[in-house]
């Protein structure tokens, strides 16, 4: 999904950092944006059962930039395959993008889709530009060589936090392995899956 608003509105309105500089701005103002943003946040306290369901499905799909109809087309293909709440969580976390930024090769989710488009990121050595495509275990996620001189690619790198336990980054490489299908707790995604599911089973 090529989102072009305020990345900075958007994670205030709901209250989850997107970006590194939305995080900075969520710590001095931690309720939505607009002049009555303090009573929006107090409101938010009395949501009705499906207010919650739709911000929770909008906080998931915020933090991985997808439309709507993939979002519910990757609820179609967990919901045949049993565990319906790990299954939905590991198809979007093996999203190359997703890959990319939990290595800490791009930022932001919105910087990882664009690494992937203009062709900067390899899957075992093999350009891939689609976003959506899914990394299999044991692949080999790296930025091409002649990339890799980007100061883009080299802030990423310092800045980045610690992996998480199914990514095994090689910054000298510049590349990241993705070991396994992560459980639902291993992935760092703020949203109450369950509340998610609710919506899309109505």
Avoid: W
């Avoid at 590194?20 to 009395?46: E, T, V």
């Avoid at 369950?194 to 109505?202: A, D, G, H, N």
């Amino acid at each position: 999904m090529k989102f072009t608003g305020s990345k900075v509105k958007k994670s205030r309105a709901l209250g989850i950092p997107l970006t590194p500089k939305a995080d900075r701005y969520l710590n001095k103002r931690p309720y939505p944006p607009g002049q009555h943003g303090l009573q929006q946040q107090m409101r938010r306290r009395k949501m009705s059962p499906y207010k919650m369901q739709l911000m929770e499905k909008q906080k998931l799909r915020a933090q991985y930039n997808i439309h709507e109809r993939q979002m519910r087309t990757y609820y179609e293909k967990a919901s045949r395959k049993g565990d319906l709440s790990n299954t939905l969580v590991q198809m979007m976390e093996a999203r190359l993008d997703a890959v990319v930024l939990r290595a800490g090769l791009a930022r932001s989710i919105y910087a990882a889709r664009q690494y992937v488009n203009h062709g900067h990121v390899l899957i075992n050595g093999k350009k891939v530009d689609i976003p959506s495509c899914q990394v299999k275990p044991d692949q080999v996620v790296s930025i091409k060589e002649k990339s890799r001189r980007m100061d883009c690619f080299q802030i990423a790198l310092d800045t980045a936090g610690q992996c998480p336990p199914y990514i095994e980054r090689d910054k000298k490489n510049f590349s990241a392995k993705f070991l396994y299908n992560p459980p639902r707790d291993e992935v760092p995604v703020i949203c109450e899956i369950p509340l998610v599911i609710e919506f899309y089973s109505r």
